[in-house]
């Protein structure tokens, strides 16, 4: 009761049917801004991750050539023991996504490390066409005395390609360009 007798108004709690179709109305919109950029961003980050873990691993491969003084290997595989396509005639099947091992490149030679299944639902990494393996000479060089590159694409292309050149002299370096300097295509062949 107020001073006067009569009952207090009570206050008002709640929104009007306005506020709350403004505030709506604003929350969409943001929404609707930013959810394509985090997708993206996502995507992005994602590709990144798995240039720079199979970046790493490159350079590890160089990195053991040199210290044991012989030949290290990297090749697709999807059981950790041997590679993907060492035995078959097939120079269009390159695909890294499902995973690979380092190995020293000799009788017996010892799994130095296996990467299993790098996002392959979202993800493409391919190598030149031929190129089943790469393999470093004890000197730190790449053989075959050619540049090889591996392809980074995403499946949904939210995010942009991506390749790992590996130069004559064994040296990976991260490029948004082919080795030839043009666009990376997204489609094998």
Request: proline share 4%; glycine share 10%; hydrophobic share 30%.
């Amino acid at each position: 009761m107020n001073p006067f007798g009569s009952p207090c108004p009570l206050p008002h709690r709640g929104f009007t049917l306005v506020e709350l179709l403004v505030t709506l109305t604003i929350g969409i919109i943001l929404i609707t801004i930013g959810v394509p950029g985090f997708i993206s961003f996502s995507a992005e980050n994602r590709l990144n991750s798995e240039v720079n873990g199979l970046l790493t691993q490159i350079r590890f491969a160089r990195s053991e050539a040199v210290h044991r003084g012989t030949q290290v290997a990297l090749c697709p595989s999807t059981d950790g023991n041997s590679c993907r396509y060492a035995n078959t005639k097939d120079n269009e099947n390159r695909h890294w996504q499902d995973g690979y091992i380092v190995f020293v490149d000799e009788e017996d030679g010892a799994l130095l490390r296996y990467i299993e299944d790098l996002n392959s639902k979202t993800l493409l990494i391919w190598t030149t066409k031929g190129t089943k393996k790469i393999t470093y000479q004890a000197s730190g060089r790449a053989t075959g005395g050619s540049n090889g590159t591996f392809r980074f694409c995403d499946r949904q292309e939210n995010a942009d390609a991506k390749a790992i050149i590996i130069s004559p002299t064994g040296k990976p370096s991260v490029s948004t360009t082919d080795s030839d300097g043009n666009d990376i295509q997204c489609t094998e062949g």
